[in-house]
C-alpha cells in the first residue's frame, strides 16, 4: 500500500474517528476518579518552592540536534560521546532562595540544565552571569570581564557593553565558582538527575558580591558546552582536522581554524559560534540571554492556541481538498460501515494472512474502538487486547507506508486512552515523533501544489507527540515538540 497525500488525510480522519470512538472510556475514568481528585484537591498539598529550587525566574529552550558548533564539528570518536550528550535542550534559572529550611545550603540560586541525551562525566560546561543592578544601587560595580574564564578555553569573547561578573565551570561532575577576576571563590552544590540528562546546580549565596542577585533587576547568562577533558585548559577538549578518542574534528578538514570555537552547543543561536575572523585574528563573540528577575505570571496556554490555530487551518484544507477531488471517502470503520463487520472482515483475514501489519494493526483499533462502547470491565479488556495486536502490527510492518499507517493508529489509541489506566501517553509520543520523522523524510518530494498542506501534516505529528508528552508529565519533551510543530509552518 502506497501512503500518498489522500492516504496521509485518510489516516488522520481516522485518527479522529478512533479519538471518537474511545471518548467514552476516558470519560467513566476520569469521572471515577472524581472523588479520589477531590480528596486530594481538598487537601490543599503545595510543596513550597525552596524545596524544588526557588520560583522560576525564566525558561529557555534551546534548539535540538544543534550540537555541532556552527554545524562543522564533530564529536570526540570516544564511545563515551554518545549522539545527543552535548546537546543543551532547555535551561531554567529559579528566583534566588532565602533561608530555606532542611537544604544543604539554606540561602541559593538554582538554575537547571537539560540535555536530550544521557551522560554526564563527558561535558565540560561553562556558565558566566552578569548582574545589572537597580540604577538608584549605590553598592560599588562588581569586577566584570568580557573574555572567558580561562584565556582561549573555549575561543570566545563577550560584548563589552554586557559582561560577566561570576562563572560556574562544570567539569565532569564537579562544580565549581569563580568571580570575574578569576578568583576561585567555593564549590557549586551539583545534582545529575535522570542518568546524568538534567544537571541541576545550586550557587551557595555565601559570598557577599554573589548575594546581590537578591536585588538585582536582571541578569545575563552565557551557557557554553564543550567536550570535557581534565587534561586541556579549562577542561575544553581541542578541535583537530581529524578527531580522535581526545579530540573532537571538523567534518572537512577545510573547514578546520585555530580560531574555531571549542562549543558544540550554546545557549542560543549557534551561528554566533562561526563569527571568528581569521585574517583579524579576532575570536567569535556570543550574545547572553537575558533573564528579568522578576516572577512574570501567564495565564496563556501556548499550546492551546497553537492547537487551536493549526487544526483550524487543517480542516480548511481538508474541505478545500475534498472539494478538489483529492481526498478519500470510506465507511467510518476502515471502509466497513460498521465495527462489527469490521472486527468479522478484519479477522477473517488475519487467518488469511497472519504476517499483514494492516489487517492485524486495523484489527487491533477496532477492538480499541469496541471498547469505546462497552462496559468499563470489557473497555479495559479490550483496550489492552488491542494493544497486542497494534504492537505485533508495528513488528510486522516492513516499509515505511505500513509502518507509517500501524503507528498512526496505535499512537491514535495511546492518546485517546487514559494514561492513569494504561500508561501509553509515552508510547504515544513515540509512536508521532517516529511519524513526524517518516513525514519530514517525505517533504523534498512534495508536489508543489501538495507542498503546504504536507507540512501541516508534519506539524500536526509533532503537535501530537507533544500533546503526548504532555500527558506523560515530560514537560521538556513536550515543549519542544511543540517548538518543531510550530517552526514548521511559521
Request: charged share 25%; hydrophobic share 40%.
Amino acid at each position: 500500500m502506497n501512503i500518498s497525500v489522500k492516504n496521509i488525510f485518510y489516516n488522520i480522519r481516522v485518527t479522529l474517528v478512533v479519538l471518537i470512538c474511545l471518548m467514552g472510556i476516558s470519560v467513566f475514568f476520569i469521572n471515577s476518579g472524581f472523588l479520589c481528585n477531590l480528596i486530594v484537591n481538598g487537601l490543599h498539598l503545595k510543596i513550597a518552592p525552596s524545596f524544588t529550587g526557588g520560583e522560576i525566574a525564566a525558561d529557555f529552550f534551546d534548539d535540538i540536534e544543534d550540537d555541532s558548533g556552527s554545524g562543522i564539528l564533530r564529536y570526540p570518536a570516544s564511545a563515551e560521546f554518545t549522539e545527543g550528550s552535548l546537546d543543551l535542550v532547555r535551561y531554567t534559572v529559579h528566583q534566588p532562595v532565602y533561608d530555606a529550611k532542611w537544604q544543604i545550603n539554606a540561602d541559593y540560586w538554582q538554575m537547571v540544565l537539560e540535555f536530550k541525551a544521557e551522560a554526564n562525566p563527558v561535558r565540560n560546561i561553562m556558565i558566566y552571569i552578569g548582574l545589572k543592578e537597580k540604577p538608584e544601587s549605590r553598592l560599588a560595580p562588581l569586577p566584570a570581564s568580557s573574555v572567558t574564564l580561562f584565556d582561549n578555553a573555549e575561543n570566545l569573547q563577550f560584548p563589552e557593553d554586557k559582561p560577566w561578573n561570576f562563572a560556574v565551570w562544570i567539569s565532569g561532575s564537579e562544580g565549581k565558582i569563580y568571580d570575574a577576576e578569576g578568583k576561585f571563590l567555593y564549590d557549586a552544590e551539583m545534582g545529575f538527575l535522570n542518568n546524568g540528562k538534567t544537571v541541576r546546580i545550586r550557587i551557595p549565596l555565601k559570598d557577599k558580591n554573589i548575594q546581590r542577585v537578591y536585588s538585582a533587576e536582571e541578569t545575563f547568562h552565557y551557557v557554553v558546552v564543550g567536550a570535557y577533558s581534565q587534561f586541556d585548559l579549562g577542561g575544553f577538549m581541542p578541535i583537530e582536522k581529524r578527531r580522535s578518542n581526545s579530540r573532537g574534528g571538523t567534518k572537512s578538514a577545510k573547514d578546520f581554524n585555530p580560531l574555531i570555537p571549542k562549543v558544540y552547543d550554546l545557549l542560543g543561536d549557534n551561528q554566533q559560534l562561526a563569527g571568528w575572523d581569521s585574517d583579524l585574528l579576532t575570536k567569535a563573540t556570543v550574545q547572553p540571554v537575558e533573564v528579568q528577575m522578576k516572577i512574570k505570571k501567564s495565564g496563556k496556554d501556548e499550546f492551546k492556541d497553537f492547537q487551536k490555530t493549526l487544526y483550524a487551518r487543517i480542516s480548511e484544507m481538508n474541505e478545500e481538498r475534498a472539494a478538489q477531488g483529492k481526498s478519500e471517502s470510506e465507511g467510518q470503520y476502515f471502509g466497513y460501515e460498521t465495527l462489527d463487520e469490521a472486527l468479522v472482515a478484519f479477522e477473517k483475514a488475519m487467518k488469511e494472512n497472519p504476517e499483514s501489519a494492516l489487517d492485524v494493526c486495523h484489527y487491533g483499533s477496532c477492538l480499541a474502538m469496541k471498547g469505546g462502547q462497552s462496559s468499563v470491565v470489557q473497555a479495559v479488556s479490550y483496550v489492552n487486547k488491542a494493544f497486542e495486536y497494534l504492537d505485533k502490527a508495528v513488528e510486522l510492518a516492513s516499509n515505511d507506508d505500513d509502518l507509517f499507517e500501524v503507528l498512526m493508529n496505535r499512537a491514535s489509541v495511546c492518546k485517546s486512552v487514559p494514561d492513569s489506566v494504561f500508561n501509553k501517553a509515552s508510547t504515544g509520543a513515540q509512536d508521532f515523533t517516529r511519524l513526524a520523522n517518516i513525514q519530514k523524510s517525505r517533504l523534498p518530494e512534495s508536489n508543489p501544489e501538495d507542498a503546504e498542506y504536507d507540512r501541516y501534516v508534519l506539524s500536526y505529528l509533532y503537535l501530537n507527540a507533544s500533546e503526548c508528552y504532555r500527558t506523560a508529565g515530560k514537560e521538556t519533551e513536550s515543549i519542544l515538540m511543540l517548538q518543531e510543530a510550530q517552526k514548521v509552518v511559521r
